[in-house]
């Protein structure tokens, strides 16, 4: 009888951890495992700029929305995890490309826009759709951490917030919207 993977285990098709699956590139893996990271920079960034607490607590928050995938009740979420953590492992840190909030979100738009693509491509839709939740629900854990309350008015947008206007743009970037 075949060995079946435990919740929160990488699957159990023989692949190694942080090995990108076989439908998928060095260069393609690579896009889809650092994409959950790029979020959590570009809404630190934000929250840095906006929150009246930004603290360390939003970015913890990030961290824990990456580990959370590892419940997640899909193979692809659950080995981008797996990727993700083998990468830190091997002591590789590839950090963000901009350090500006605005170059840094059109960079996170983009990188969502070639991984929308791809996973139509190349992912089971319903992979697809857990990947894409997956990070934009990292990114709303850091932005909810900064505000305890919720995501208040800011920045004179009646009913919006520069937080809900990001995460807002991210959700259609990631094709949820």
């Given at each position: 009888?075949?060995?079946q993977?435990?919740?929160?285990?990488?699957p159990v098709?023989?692949?190694?951890?942080?090995?990108?699956p076989?439908?998928?590139?060095?260069a393609?893996?690579?896009?889809l495992t650092?994409?959950?990271?790029q979020?959590i920079v570009?809404?630190?960034?934000?929250?840095?700029?906006t929150?009246?607490?930004?603290?360390?607590?939003?970015?913890l928050?990030g961290l824990?929305?990456?580990?959370?995938?590892r419940?997640?009740?899909?193979d692809?979420?659950?080995?981008v995890?797996?990727g993700?953590?083998?990468?830190?492992?091997?002591?590789?840190?590839?950090?963000?490309?901009a350090?500006?909030?605005?170059t840094?979100?059109a960079e996170v738009f983009a990188?969502?826009?070639r991984?929308?693509?791809?996973?139509?491509?190349?992912?089971?839709?319903?992979?697809s759709?857990a990947?894409?939740?997956?990070?934009?629900s990292i990114?709303?854990?850091?932005?909810r951490?900064?505000?305890p309350?919720g995501?208040?008015p800011?920045?004179?947008?009646p009913?919006?917030s520069?937080?809900r206007?990001?995460?807002?743009e991210l959700?259609?970037?990631?094709?949820?919207v």
């Amino acid at each position: 009888m075949p060995r079946q993977s435990a919740p929160g285990d990488p699957p159990v098709a023989g692949r190694p951890w942080g090995r990108p699956p076989q439908e998928y590139s060095p260069a393609e893996w690579h896009l889809l495992t650092r994409l959950p990271g790029q979020a959590i920079v570009v809404a630190t960034l934000l929250v840095r700029a906006t929150a009246t607490r930004p603290g360390i607590g939003s970015g913890l928050a990030g961290l824990e929305g990456i580990a959370a995938g590892r419940a997640f009740d899909s193979d692809l979420v659950r080995a981008v995890v797996a990727g993700i953590y083998a990468e830190s492992d091997s002591g590789r840190q590839d950090g963000p490309q901009a350090t500006d909030r605005a170059t840094a979100e059109a960079e996170v738009f983009a990188a969502c826009a070639r991984a929308v693509r791809l996973l139509a491509e190349r992912a089971d839709p319903a992979d697809s759709a857990a990947y894409r939740q997956w990070v934009q629900s990292i990114a709303a854990r850091v932005c909810r951490a900064a505000r305890p309350g919720g995501l208040t008015p800011l920045d004179g947008v009646p009913g919006g917030s520069a937080e809900r206007r990001f995460l807002d743009e991210l959700g259609s970037a990631l094709g949820l919207v």
